[in-house]
């Protein structure tokens, strides 16, 4: 039986590479990623999104623009999340609502 060739792994990007030091951002516990190019995306999808995260925003009273899933956090945020009692998590808003401030 053939075997298929290992596929060489890529290593993940090293954090303090793609994010500034928190050191110099005294006021806030973590940075957000922002993507460059979100990809090719229709306009319904482009609208329905921007409704999406304008009711969850207002549902939970913040602001989510500027927020995404992709994240450097302090351990002090961490560990708040960690205390959350909610298994299916809306990650955005709950960094938001935890009440830290992050960094774009």
């Known amino acids: 039986m ?13 954090p303090r590479a793609l994010y500034p ?5 005294p006021s806030a516990r973590g940075v957000n990623g922002v993507k460059m190019y979100r990809g ?4 319904a999808y482009r609208a329905l999104s921007r409704l999406f ?16 899933d ?3 956090l302090d351990r002090q945020v ?3 999340l960690l205390r959350c009692p909610e298994r299916h998590r809306f990650f955005r808003g ?3 609502w935890v009440g830290f401030r992050v960094a774009s």
């Open 78 to 80: 961490l560990d708040a």
């Open 94 to 96: 709950l960094v938001s």
């Open 2 to 14: 053939p075997v298929a060739p290992r596929r060489r792994r890529r290593s993940p990007p090293r």
């Open 53 to 68: 995260y304008e009711l969850m925003g207002r549902s939970l009273g913040r602001d989510l623009k500027g927020d995404s």
């Open 21 to 25: 030091d928190l050191g110099r951002l």
């Open 40 to 43: 090719r995306e229709t306009l």
């Open 70 to 72: 992709f994240k450097l």
